[in-house]
């Protein structure tokens, strides 16, 4: 798990504030910075994580300045491609938890990933948030990222809300119609959000995603496509 939030929100999801693993995201913002391997910690048996923490808002200042062109160090959107490539070899999944609101981190993580997942609601603002994704995303694309769209996931909808869901799958799909002439393989998924069913509805996400990303990539390799490093 990389955690790229400056809040590091992921060291309380696992359980990790306060002890020697939590640096606040010094390892991960050095290693972006100045283009080393990164360095992950064995949190338990099978999951390593990259901490994030308030030092990736000094790197969100420090990737911009390069992305003018000034420098002729790595920039936001290879920074983090580079320092996970030389280890992404030894893991069967990276994941990439994204900060919401910082074009910086999110620009870097859509350099360094093969897929995309993108979590919403139904709100207007979280629509014009996916379509400013959808933006950097396609920018990413551009630049020769091999990131493609794997699903949108509809959150804070509960299933007897029937006509809500389908407005906002209706909207969803309209939003990312490009892409999906281009990617028509893109799933967008509603998981339901009541509290009674929410561990049941993470769980079956996880597999949804897993069972999705394994049917994908079965599809690149026998059509003899890079897959990337990155997930």
């Known amino acids: 798990m990389v955690d790229l939030d400056p809040q590091g929100n992921l060291a309380e999801e696992l359980g990790y504030v306060g002890t020697a693993t939590d640096d606040a995201g010094e390892k991960l913002a050095t290693a972006m910075q100045f283009g080393r391997p ?12 990259l ?3 308030e030092y990736l808002d000094d790197l969100q200042s420090v ?3 390069r992305s003018d062109g000034s420098s002729r160090r790595t920039d936001a959107h290879g920074a983090l491609a580079d ?8 893991y069967d999944l990276v994941v990439l938890d994204c900060p919401p609101g910082s074009p910086v981190l999110q620009t870097a993580a859509l350099g360094a990933a093969r897929w995309l997942v993108i979590p919403t609601r139904t709100d207007d603002s979280s629509r014009k948030g996916l379509l400013n994704v959808a ?3 396609m920018a ?9 769209l794997l699903g949108v996931c509809l959150f804070g909808v509960t299933t007897s809300a029937k006509k809500v869901r389908a407005d906002a799958r209706h909207d969803l799909e309209r939003d990312l119609w490009y892409e999906r002439l281009r990617n028509p393989g893109a799933a967008v998924e509603v998981v339901p959000g009541s509290a009674a069913s929410l561990a049941s509805d993470y769980a079956h996400l996880a597999e949804e995603i897993l069972r999705t ?3 994908r ?5 026998r059509d003899d496509s890079p897959v990337g490093a990155p997930a």
């Open 83 to 90: 320092s996970l490539a030389p280890i992404a070899g030894e």
């Open 51 to 53: 901490p994030g923490g």
């Open 140 to 148: 990413a694309r551009e630049r020769g990222a091999p990131v493609e």
């Open 38 to 49: 990164a360095t992950p910690v064995s949190l338990r048996d099978g999951l390593d994580v």
């Open 213 to 215: 990303l394994q049917e």
């Open 63 to 65: 990737l911009s300045t």
């Open 135 to 137: 933006r950097r995303y």
């Open 217 to 221: 990539e079965s599809v690149d390799l």
